[in-house]
């Protein structure tokens, strides 16, 4: 599958590969985080989240994997299909008060 | 009900206009956000509230003024934007726990403002 090492703003795969999404975020305190889609013309749409606590969380065909040694968070989408084409944001939250901040999309491109 | 509502879909407004924007949810939710999104970028947050009372302001100009009726509704006033004001506006609500944490936060689908 396809895969990113560092934050780019593209990714285009081929159906039926897995998809990797990567996003680096910013404050070690964070205690929460999630990725969202935002497909053209709608609001974003929660995937799935995962707690600082955690090192790793599956869902149905995602995956997300957090290191908080180096501050590093990743989306993997099994067996990506045409309908996953979006934007793809991540999320952290930094104290428990406080609204999500979100980082920098990438653009998943899927072509059949 | 697990949905977020915006209306309207779009909106179309000049520089010495007053218009609003409405969010409603029904998800018993008592946290509920404005974001700013411009094309291309994350969602920014423009202001949160928490129980009704507003919580967070991420220094917003004036000409944007919130409001929260009731637990279910939420509105932004506008008036006398500017053209780069321009975005898709997005209101979201979220759980709030113990201790005032706030958890996931579900989106509309948003407003697309043009000012002219």
């Known amino acids: 599958g396809e895969s990113v090492g560092l934050h780019l703003p593209t990714l285009s795969v081929q159906e039926g590969d897995n998809s990797i999404i990567n996003c680096a975020y910013s404050?070690?305190?964070?205690?929460?985080f999630i990725w969202y889609k935002q497909e053209s013309g709608k609001g974003p749409q929660f995937i799935i989240d995962i707690r600082s606590n955690m090192d790793k969380r599956q869902g149905q065909r995602v995956t997300v994997l957090l290191n908080k040694t180096v501050k590093h968070l990743s989306l993997q989408i099994a067996a990506t299909q045409p309908g996953d084409s979006a934007v793809y944001f991540c999320?952290?939250?930094?104290?428990?008060?406080?609204?999500?901040?979100f980082g920098k999309g990438t653009t998943l491109s899927v072509s059949s | 009900d697990t949905e977020v509502t915006q209306t309207p879909k779009h909106l179309v407004m000049g520089m010495t206009n007053k218009k609003s924007l409405k969010c409603e949810q029904h998800m018993g939710h008592r946290a509920m956000y404005w974001y700013k999104q411009k094309a291309k970028k994350p969602p920014e947050l423009m202001f949160v509230?928490?129980?009704?009372?507003?919580?967070i302001n991420e220094s917003v100009p004036s000409r944007f003024s919130p409001e929260c009726p009731n637990s279910s509704l939420l509105n932004l006033h506008l008036h006398a934007l500017q053209p780069e004001d321009s975005a898709l506006y997005l209101c979201?609500?979220?759980?709030?726990?113990?201790?005032?944490?706030?958890?996931?936060?579900?989106f509309g689908p948003g407003t697309r403002l043009t000012v002219l």
């Open positions: 999320a952290e939250r930094v104290q428990a008060g406080t609204a999500l901040i």
């Open positions: 404050n070690s305190a964070s205690d929460y």
């Open positions: 979201a609500s979220s759980l709030i726990l113990d201790r005032g944490t706030l958890m996931t936060q579900y």
């Open positions: 509230y928490s129980y009704e009372k507003l919580s």
